[in-house]
């Protein structure tokens, strides 16, 4: 996925002047110790430069920024020096975190940090100065214990360098009947994104200009090897293969200034007839790359599935809030099979946007049934509404998320751990029978409550953990999630 940020940690230890600075650079040189141990694939710089005062904040930023570090873990190895240590957060262009020393050897005399005591110091002062770091739910341990706060930390920085290097790009206005997808962009701003809007015309032109493009047969080669044969329309690959390298060339020509894409499309109803086929396919093998291409100009969709890209270093997808599961259907194949009732499940749905790897094998390119009542005439076979790709969605552990900004123009999110269930939707489209407990009363109080559109993004595994830290580091106050029955909703009725 490469159009995801690699993150290079740094690690400053800083230490008040009146404690031994030999307690924090040997717990640091314990942290990196255990870090190398632990092998992990993101690379761990140790600054030479302990903080004792404001010049050795500059010198320690200047060296982490000159050793390519775009992530920086900040060690109180002692009480620390409040003002360079949170001046090392306002001088560094990246997501900075606090931790700090326990003691760890039984010598409390000369070796006593009073680390727990100066991060108390270190909050108050990030606060005065309305810097944003990430702080650990118990931010203060032994080595071991920090080399683990640190690995929860490499997937937050990667989501927060993601969206301070992003730029979605948009094609066409909202559909009439999809209001509900559109937002302010105001919220973009306000958390480092940026936004480039064309029209479905710009579109069409540059496709054109992509027909009979050299590199089209060798996408339609991997298009085959992806599906297998029997699964897509063979007069349909190059159309579909040419539209593939429109966008991905328009990513690389519309970047600007930033590093990474998302898309936000106008999919429906001009699309197919005019392109000759439904890009739902196209759409799902770019977001496996790791490049979320939204369905219905969903801006916030697209950022959402971007963040959970960045977070889970896997594919994501988009999907519908879309119907109930049958009573019958919940009886024969889900009660007393799974813990779950039958309001705390749901049908997650779209034409066909979710990517090959997180389907059934029974996936295939098919025909989007909606749009073929609607724009072919009755009774005819499909054409242009072809290209849609269909089945169940696999069994997995799952995170339904969104990230929006609400008609005052405020940024606000839900989270929701659940899973996609082992049983046959019998439906069509790209649709899964999704279980979030509570999700009935997570429905009613938070989604149609606080206003949401239908659509959810979705990351395939639970990582409601870091989706809330991210949120939190980029200063979302509001964060929902599906409460237990003993923490009732404010606008739950108590006499229901």
Known sequence: MNNI????????????????????????????????????????????VTVENELDMLKAVADVKANGVNALVVFLGN???????????????????????????GDLINGRGDAYCGMLNCSYNLGMRHIRSYIPEYPVGTAEDIVKMIAE???????????????IITFGPRPQDFFACNAPIKGLYEIGVEIEENSELD???????????????????????????????????????????????????????????????????????????????????????????????????????????????????????NNSVPASLYKKEIEGKFPYTLTDTFMGFHCGNTPSCKMCDSRAIK??????????????EPDFTRGTLEGDIAPSEITFYRLQCDSEGNL????????????????????????IHEMGRFYRHVLI????????AVAFGHFGKALFEVFKYLGVTDIAYNQPKSLPYPTENPFA
């Open 203 to 321: 579109l069409l032109v540059s496709y054109r200009k992509h027909k009979n493009d050299a590199r089209i047969p060798e996408v339609i080669a991997d298009m085959r090897a992806e599906m297998g044969e029997g699964r897509y329309y063979e007069d349909m690959l190059a159309r579909m293969a040419q539209f593939e390298l429109t966008l991905l060339d328009w990513a690389e020509a519309h970047k600007g200034s930033r590093e990474y894409v998302a898309f936000a499309d106008k999919c429906w109803p001009a699309f197919p007839e005019e392109f000759g086929f439904e890009p739902c396919y196209v759409n799902s093998r770019l977001a496996s790359r790791g490049i979320p291409v939204s369905c219905e100009v969903d801006i916030y969709g697209a950022l959402s599935e971007y963040i959970g890209a960045c977070v889970s270093c896997d594919a994501v997808t988009l999907l519908d809030i």
């Open 5 to 48: 940020p690699n993150v290079k940690l740094g690690l400053i230890a800083v230490s008040r002047d009146c404690f031994p600075i030999a307690l924090s650079e040997m717990r640091r040189a314990a942290i990196a110790a255990g870090w190398e141990k632990e092998g992990s694939k993101t690379e761990l710089y140790t600054c030479p």
């Open 79 to 105: 009480f620390g020096p409040e003002t360079p240590e949170t001046e090392i957060a306002e001088r560094f262009d990246g997501p900075v975190m606090f931790v700090a020393a326990a003691e760890g050897d």
């Open 449 to 456: 409550q606080k206003r949401y559109p239908h659509h959810g």
């Open 412 to 435: 606000r999110s839900y989270i929701a751990e659940g899973e996609v269930l082992p049983v046959a939707t019998g439906s069509f489209g790209g649709i899964g029978i999704f279980a």
């Open 367 to 380: 025909y989007q049934l909606i749009q073929h009542r609607l724009l072919e005439p009755a009774g005819s």
């Open 153 to 167: 930390f490499v997937p937050v920085a990667r989501a927060v360098i993601g969206v301070k290097g992003l730029k």
